[in-house]
């Protein structure tokens, strides 16, 4: 059986009303009903019972998504999500029990954020992720594409014309338009003439350029896109294949916890010293979404915690693999 059901209704409807006793019952449940987890702990020599700050917690590397099944309870997974890579690259895999539960967590993330997404329209330009296939990304944006109750298609693979079609005719009807895209998708749109007329709309860049353009670090990219487009910012999310949570920024590269993620860093020398405090350093991420499998992850990403629980991604630890959605950056 898995964690009680009253918890995800909680997760869901209004997030738990203390995140780091959530956090540390989810924990005391997953370091003994994860195989994975359970053997990982005991490894590191870790008692779960001495375990009472976030900042003790023993936080599985990420690669043991792409070598095991982690799962805190044995289940047949409605979907799995899979990493972008290329095919020289073993993809993560993320084995989820309920999608339901994905699909609906993840709108209230997102309408905490940017507001009822009924009335709205959603795109997306995201033709490497529908081309690999079982994105967690593409799922969630589906979902909000029929949230919305629009009419207007919101995939679009190369039919930039369509696409410019679309967002003239929404905002012409006075509804908010948000547009999800790849970088190298965003820079392909952004270099056609009439690039302007994706002012006054929501734009996400949802990161990787795929092995088709040149690397650009954030500030040249959103440079390029803001001035193409004639918007004041381009928006992200913070999210992979690995979570189920999302966090949003809103500009200037800066990501807001939302209520079920929460991050704290790691000394870039020694992974098991972890802080809750401001600071620079490896990204442990806390998603109280992952019942299912691990909530508790080291990621390889280089990361900046602030006062208040915002941070900022600030790159990536040298030889690992280039990654999709744990990019986006804003």
């Known amino acids: 059986m898995g964690f009680p059901e009253e918890y995800k209704k909680e997760i869901i409807q209004k997030g738990p009303l203390n995140f780091e006793a959530a956090a540390l019952a989810l924990f005391q449940y997953q370091a003994e009903h994860n195989p994975v987890y359970r053997q990982y702990i005991h490894f590191l020599r870790k008692d779960p019972n001495q375990v009472k700050d976030l900042s003790q917690i023993p936080f599985l590397p990420i690669e043991f998504f792409k070598t095991h099944t982690v799962q805190s309870h044995l289940f047949k997974p409605e979907a799995i999500f899979k990493s972008s890579g290329t095919t020289l690259q073993q993809r993560s895999q993320h084995l989820v029990f309920d999608t339901g539960f994905y699909k609906q967590h993840a709108q209230y993330l997102f309408e ?38 629009q009419v207007e298609p919101g995939f679009y693979l190369r039919n930039h014309q369509e696409l410019r079609e679309a967002i003239k005719k929404a905002k012409a009807e006075g509804k908010k338009v948000y547009l999800f895209g790849v970088t190298y998708a965003l820079l392909d749109l952004a270099e056609e003439p009439n690039a302007q007329e994706l002012s006054g709309i929501t734009i996400f860049e949802t990161g990787g350029m795929k092995g088709r353009r040149r690397e650009m670090v954030r500030d040249e990219l959103h440079a390029v896109l803001t001035q193409a487009f004639g918007v004041e910012a381009i928006h992200s999310e913070y999210g992979m294949t690995e979570l189920l949570s999302q966090a949003y920024s809103t500009g200037a590269g800066i990501f ?71 990019l986006l950056v804003s």
């Not at 997404?117 to 490497?128: H, R």
């Not at 209520?259 to 860093?265: A, F, G, M």
């Not at 990204?283 to 499998?293: F, R």
């Open 112 to 149: 905490e954020t940017y507001g009822p997404l009924t009335g709205s329209v959603v795109l997306a330009l995201l033709p490497s992720y529908l081309e690999q296939g079982d994105s967690s990304l593409v799922m969630m944006v589906d979902h909000f594409i029929k949230a919305t109750r």
């Open 256 to 326: 807001q916890p939302s209520r079920t993620l929460r991050i704290l860093v790691r000394d870039v020398n020694d992974p098991l010293s972890v802080s809750s405090r401001a600071g620079s350093g490896g990204v442990n991420v806390i998603d109280l979404a992952n019942v299912d499998s691990c909530a508790f992850i080291e990621t390889k990403d280089l990361g900046k915690l602030y006062p208040d629980g915002s941070f900022e991604i600030l790159g990536r630890f040298d030889n690992s693999d280039v990654r999709g959605c744990n």
